[in-house]
């Protein structure tokens, strides 16, 4: 008689257990949420994008107040980022770490408020480009935020991390068991390290297969992907077919050096862009973001961690940020899974729910009109026009492996033209061009060459005045203080 109860019981506790370990038991695909952009949607607009397409994990570049707000009550995940040019100031003085726990976590982690997991402490601080620069300033500016994190009794809650660019690590001959961290880096890994490891915070890594195509005409593409390769790597009994796995193993073999070959991994930053290279389209992006998701949600790991815990992953990005430094490639403005505009670019199931993207609703659109080049205009001076509108607005789809790369020389100027005006807020002035542009309604985009137009936003001026005024009113205070 006992039998089918006892048997009800375990298979309802049974039942409770997955109930309760399933969430954690998956992985999941967050993404990074980006505001370099001349036409930034409403933060209110990306929160429902986030929403719709069931996505709970966000990673903010700062702490931007507008976007903050805008994630409260949602229930969504976020990591808040600390930028490069602050660790200096947090490091060196806990008055200024103190303040900005206060001023970015704290105000809003009262009930109803944003759900801030993660403080990410610098972004990519040991950069082998940056040549040290942040490099010391990594480990004092934690030690102050953890110590502020203490005070305002969120230090259980809130984990400080630092994303690392997959640079910070290397391997001889290629050979993920073969994974050290930079030599001029192992110091500060194992300081950095040990802080994780005693904090409970995971390892934070960017990797951009990507880049490495990008940068080496040699890599073998198809290993890049996750599609089978006849590139594949053999290290001892491990066969690595994508870049992806290799790269994450590497990662895992040098922290193993250091002592902490268990430590949970989190990847900050993975994508593909879509546009402004060669090997930078839609195809290449949707076949990477889409194997990458269902590469991760498997669950099966890498050759070095089969049985790993699930883990998360932070896309790279949410939206194009047509405003960013092009220093990296033309590549860099293009990396959104959404054009700047929250549309989906390509079909893509996250592994959330949903089969595809869903677009962002109720976008407000400047009206449909676009400026281009005047026909009957002479355009033999118009090289310099050209040229402030490009160094204003982005042109980066008209050079080379770009979308509208070949659209002739007119309409390379209209589309310098159009880009101009539309981040002008189509302001008639700044469609004149001493008379060499005219505002038309008809569409002039051509085949796969968006001529876009620009959404009603705040700018990118919205909130920083009030900050810089309250950051101007702390370093009084610093001085005060005679902490300079
Ligand atoms: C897109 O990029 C991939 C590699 O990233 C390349 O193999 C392919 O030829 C490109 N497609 C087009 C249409 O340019
Ligand atoms: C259009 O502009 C791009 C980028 O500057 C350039 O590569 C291309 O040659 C131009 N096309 C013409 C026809 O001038
Ligand atoms: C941004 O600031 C500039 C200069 O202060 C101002 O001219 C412009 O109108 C502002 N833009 C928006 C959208 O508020
Ligand atoms: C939050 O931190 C940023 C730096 O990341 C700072 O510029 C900003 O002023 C802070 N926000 C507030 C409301 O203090």
Not at 218 to 235: I, L, M
Not at 379 to 391: D, E, F, G, Q, Y
Request: proline share 5%.
């Amino acid at each position: 008689m006992l039998q089918p109860r006892f048997t009800t019981i375990l298979l309802f506790s049974c039942f409770l257990c997955c109930w309760v370990l399933l969430p954690m038991a998956e992985s999941a695909i967050g993404v990074n949420w980006g505001t370099i952009s001349s036409h930034r949607l409403k933060p209110s607009t990306v929160v429902h994008l986030l929403r719709d397409n069931k996505i709970q994990k966000v990673k903010l570049f700062e702490a931007d107040p507008d976007v903050l707000k805008a994630l409260m009550g949602t229930g969504i995940q976020v990591m808040v980022g600390i930028p490069n040019e602050i660790l200096s100031l947090l490091g060196s003085s806990s008055l200024a770490a103190d303040f900005w726990v206060r001023q970015n976590v704290s105000s809003y982690m009262a009930k109803g408020g944003a759900d801030i997991r993660y403080i990410a402490v610098g972004n990519e601080p040991f950069l082998s480009s940056y040549n040290g620069q942040f490099q010391n300033l990594v480990m004092p500016a934690i030690t102050n935020i953890q110590q502020s994190l203490v005070k305002a009794n969120l230090a259980g809650y809130v984990k400080i991390v630092v994303p690392c660019n997959a640079d910070a690590y290397e391997s001889s001959g290629g050979l993920p068991s073969q994974g050290v961290f930079r030599p001029e880096l192992t110091q500060i890994m194992t300081q950095l390290v040990q802080f994780l490891n005693t904090n409970g915070s995971p390892f934070v890594v960017n990797i951009y297969p990507f880049l490495s195509l990008y940068d080496n005409a040699d890599f073998p593409q198809e290993y890049a992907f996750f599609q089978g390769t006849t590139h594949s790597v053999t290290d001892g009994s491990n066969v690595y077919t994508n870049a992806f796995d290799g790269n994450y193993d590497t990662l895992v073999a040098a922290l193993g050096k250091l002592g902490y070959g268990q430590m949970p991994i989190v990847i900050g930053e993975i994508g593909w862009p879509s546009d402004g290279a060669v090997g930078a389209n839609i195809t290449a992006a949707r076949v990477f973001n889409q194997g990458l998701v269902y590469h991760i949600v498997s669950n099966k790991g890498t050759p070095l961690r089969p049985n790993a815990p699930p883990m998360d992953v932070y896309l790279f990005g949410l939206l194009d940020e047509g405003a960013k430094s092009t220093l990296p490639g033309n590549f860099e403005r293009h990396w959104g899974i959404f054009s700047f505009d929250g549309q989906a670019k390509y079909p893509l199931n996250l592994g959330l729910g949903n089969k595809e993207l869903r677009n962002a609703k109720n976008v407000q659109y400047l009206p449909s009109r676009w400026c281009v080049a005047n026909p009957s205009g002479d355009l033999t001076n118009v090289v310099n026009h050209m040229k402030i509108a490009c160094s204003a607005a982005d042109c980066t789809t008209l050079n080379y492996g770009g979308s509208c790369n070949g659209i002739g020389e007119k309409g390379n100027i209209s589309y310098a033209f159009n880009s101009y005006y539309q981040l002008r807020m189509q302001d008639s002035r700044s469609c004149e061009f001493d008379g060499l542009g005219m505002v038309t309604f008809l569409d002039p985009s051509i085949g796969d060459c968006h001529f876009l137009v620009g959404v009603f936003d705040k700018g990118l001026n919205s909130s920083t005045s009030q900050t810089t005024y309250q950051w101007w009113v702390l370093v009084l205070l610093l001085i005060l203080h005679g902490a300079f």
